[in-house]
């Protein structure tokens, strides 16, 4: 199964995340897909950029958003 999730990037105690499709059975910050945008929760207010085309067609495609992943594309308006 396809996942739409968060992977963290960034220092220690400074997180930073890619928006990106994975299998679900990849650890949280291994191999991955695509690459479908960032998320940058320390900036005020924080900061969603997410390319709301690609994410369409994976999610046209049967890819599964994680619950934080869904409320930051409804964000990002999707």
């Given amino acids: 199964m396809v ?11 400074r997180p930073f995340y890619r928006v990106v499709v994975a ?16 998320y940058d929760p320390l900036k005020e207010p924080s900061e969603i950029k997410i390319d709301l085309e690609k994410a369409k067609t994976w999610l046209q495609h049967g890819a599964q958003p994680t619950d934080k992943v869904k409320k930051l594309m409804q964000r990002a308006g999707l």
Wanted: aromatic share 4%; hydrophobic share 35%.
């Fill in 3 to 13: 996942k739409i999730r968060l992977t963290r990037l960034g220092a220690h105690k």
């Fill in 23 to 38: 299998d679900s059975r990849a650890r949280r910050d291994g191999p991955f897909i695509e690459i479908l945008g960032t």
